[in-house]
């Protein structure tokens, strides 16, 4: 069993920046690749920004390419996301999740195992 808390959320001018950090219990962390997802108001979750066990790879959905960074500390079984350049269009509830999978990348949200509960991005204009 894997627990996930995500934080770092809140309100940003455009053109702003927000870290958001997820923190994770649970012995499988440092074994499983991560994922950001993010679902706005009346959308379907969509899937942002992955990266790999040991943090050696990274995937990122091509609206957020260039703008976010994903990151990850084993050692403290953190996974991060760096939000550059917002837009009111990233206005979202942000959720970490964990991928057990095998396969590389994963953009599905039915293919993570574990959510974190969210934290909510508002960007104004």
């Known amino acids: 069993q894997v627990q996930l808390v995500e934080s770092g959320g809140g309100l940003v001018q455009a053109g702003g920046s927000l870290r958001l950090s997820c923190a994770a219990s649970?012995?499988?962390?440092?074994?499983?690749?991560m994922g950001w997802f993010r679902q706005a108001p009346g959308k379907e979750r969509e899937f942002v920004a992955a990266?790999?066990?040991?943090?050696?790879?990274?995937y990122y959905a091509d609206s957020v390419k260039g703008r976010f960074a994903v990151s990850r500390d084993n050692a403290k079984n953190t996974v991060s996301l760096q939000l550059n350049s917002l837009k009111p269009e990233d206005t979202a509830v942000y959720y970490c999740?964990?991928?057990?999978?095998?396969?590389?990348?994963?953009?599905?949200?039915?293919?993570?195992?574990?959510w974190g509960q969210g934290t909510q991005v508002t960007v104004s204009s």
């Open positions: 990266i790999s066990r040991r943090g050696l790879r990274t």
């Open positions: 999740a964990v991928d057990q999978g095998s396969t590389w990348p994963n953009t599905g949200s039915y293919e993570y195992d574990y």
């Open positions: 649970g012995r499988t962390f440092s074994s499983s690749a």
